[in-house]
């Protein structure tokens, strides 16, 4: 059963509360998937992942430089194989 109830706010009152609820609602991100999940992304979520524009990474795609597939003319990677080709990549700092 749902309850309804009625109150008054002040301007500055009710400015408070969406402000805090907007803040709220930004500051919750989804789980980060486990480095050992294996899923499949998107362009977008490749490109986060990697921390690359989403243009660089059809740049990569078209120069055959990042592990992909691509399914139904659809651009698809692999969590797994991505974190292996940024791993691949790393090199020493010298100190």
Known sequence: MNATFFTTLSTQEFQELI???VRNAVHLK???P???DDTLLDTKEAAELIKYE???VYGLVKRKKIP???VEGKLLFSRKKLLAWIGSGQQA???
């Open 34 to 36: 486990n480095d050992e």
């Open 93 to 95: 700092v010298a100190q």
């Open 19 to 21: 402000e805090s609820s």
């Open 54 to 56: 989403v243009t660089s």
């Open 68 to 70: 992909f597939c691509k």
């Open 30 to 32: 989804p789980p980060r």
